[in-house]
């Protein structure tokens, strides 16, 4: 009896051991390589890359925060101003590629309470305008986070113009890549009581020096 129970305690393990090795597996061929190396953009010193793979927003935005260059940590990219989206667009082949905007709640459909991975100021947006079919339109109820869109110039659909689409779900558009951006880590800004302290102790170091 005992021996059975061994037996069927290692065969459960093995079994999850395996189950732990596909899904390695699949993630590894889901994320993919990057295509080139980083590219610095001289405007803000920030370093962008590219990353082919088909993954989906969620695992694009995981693997996005793991990858580092030059020691800045990156995450999918965000795109504050025209000249930013028109750099991206130079480099690279842009289209349906995940960018790191996503909808944070769906109080405001389908145009508010958009955010960016990194939380800063939602401002700049480029969305498209598909055969007369204003983006983000939230067409089925699920999507909720930014990709550039398929380019099909005789449809009007152009490179550079976002889409909303769903994080995880219909593979019938599958995702080309993602875009990664690494920057600096800045240090906090002290609030004010620190920097009084600050100085009070300054000028107690300068003042005993005097005496």
């Known amino acids: 009896m005992l021996c059975l129970e061994v037996r069927i305690g290692v065969s459960k393990e093995r079994g999850r051991m395996r189950k732990l090795y596909l899904s390695t597996i699949f993630l590894f061929l889901m994320v993919s390589v990057a295509s080139a190396a980083p590219i610095l953009w001289s405007d803000n010193g920030h370093y962008y890359e590219q990353v082919q793979s088909n993954a989906s927003w969620d695992t694009a935005k995981a693997a996005a925060e793991l990858m580092t260059y030059l020691g800045m940590n990156g995450h999918l990219v965000t795109i504050a101003s025209q000249p930013e989206n028109d750099f991206i667009v130079n480099n690279w082949d842009v289209s349906v590629c995940w960018i790191g905007a996503y909808q944070y709640d769906k109080l405001d459909e389908p145009t508010g309470h958009w955010r960016w991975v990194t939380d800063e100021p939602w401002g700049y947006t480029n969305w498209s305008l598909q055969v007369g079919i204003p983006q983000p339109d939230n067409a089925d109820g699920t999507e909720d986070v930014a990709q550039f869109q398929l380019i ?4 009007g ?8 689409w769903k994080a995880n779900g ?5 995702s080309r890549g993602y875009f990664v951006e690494y920057e600096p880590v800045t240090a906090p800004v002290p609030e004010p009581a620190t920097l009084s302290l600050l100085g009070l102790g300054l000028a107690g170091v300068l003042f005993r020096r005097k005496k």
């Not at 099909?152 to 449809?155: K, T």
């Open 157 to 164: 659909y152009y490179a550079g113009l976002w889409n909303d």
């Open 170 to 174: 219909d593979w019938a558009q599958l």
């Open 152 to 155: 099909i110039p005789q449809l």
